[in-house]
């Protein structure tokens, strides 16, 4: 079973607007989670890292005012996408670290946005 | 240079056919690598850990080779169900993952 979970698989929303992934980690705690975007036949990119209790790192070339990550619990983080545009239209994936299993980095079932 | 490179592909093959893939990294301090298989439109799924021992799993081998910063992966007797995008991923410490672009196999009948 899942591991990580991801919500929503889709979502279409309109310029302009915001819209928010949430990203939970199922029956353990994650105190750090990762968030990565992927555009069409490209590979993974991290985004941020995700911190419990405290602020997102976030990569350079990613603008934490337009990419806004809380992590407010141990087994949440959200990533709100803010004043959306079409080219912030992509597959978004969180991954969380399952220490019990020789931290295997496992990944939620991403979520694809589609800005119009 | 990318810190992992990975020959995009696509690598078309018969199925029962052997096939492999090298993953080349550019940090010599790395520490973890793992293969990750993503199938379209989804989220990418551990595949194997590799070790410097090397290791099997079924009909995959991986294997690293420290000396030349390259990993591999072995799929023998492929099946049509293979077919997908074999991520090349290195950790350089702190739970930081970086990815290869992806080789993408397609296993005709």
């Known amino acids: 079973g899942a591991v990580v979970s991801q919500h929503p698989s889709r979502v279409i929303c309109k310029s302009g607007t915001s819209v928010k992934i949430e990203c939970r980690s199922l029956?353990?705690?994650?105190?750090?989670m990762f968030w990565y975007r992927q555009f069409p036949k490209q590979s993974l990119m991290l985004m941020a890292t995700?911190?419990?209790?405290?602020?997102?790192?976030?990569e350079q070339g990613v603008e934490k005012d337009k990419f806004l990550i809380n992590h407010a619990s141990l087994t949440l983080s959200t990533l709100t996408v803010t004043s959306a545009h079409p080219e912030d239209s992509s597959f978004y994936i969180c991954?969380?670290?399952?220490?019990?299993?020789?931290?295997?980095?496992?990944f939620g079932e991403g979520s694809w946005l589609t800005v119009v | 240079r990318k810190e992992v490179e990975q020959d995009p592909g696509p690598f078309n093959v018969p199925e029962g056919a052997t096939v492999a893939f090298n993953c080349t990294y550019s940090?010599?301090?790395?520490?973890?690598f793992f293969w990750y298989r993503q199938d379209c439109r989804k989220e990418p799924k551990l595949l194997m850990s590799?070790?410097?021992s090397g290791n099997e799993d079924g009909r995959f081998t991986a294997q690293l080779n420290r000396a030349s910063q390259y990993i591999s992966l072995l799929i023998r007797d492929s099946k049509l169900s293979d077919s997908a995008t074999y991520l090349c991923?290195?950790?350089?410490?702190?739970?930081?993952?970086?990815f290869g672009g992806g080789t993408r196999l397609m296993v005709k009948p």
């Open positions: 995700s911190n419990e209790g405290s602020k997102a790192t976030y």
């Open positions: 991923v290195v950790n350089n410490g702190g739970n930081m993952l970086t």
């Open positions: 590799v070790y410097s």
């Open positions: 029956d353990f705690q994650a105190t750090t």
């Open positions: 991954s969380a670290i399952l220490r019990l299993s020789g931290n295997t980095i496992y």
């Open positions: 940090n010599s301090a790395s520490q973890s």
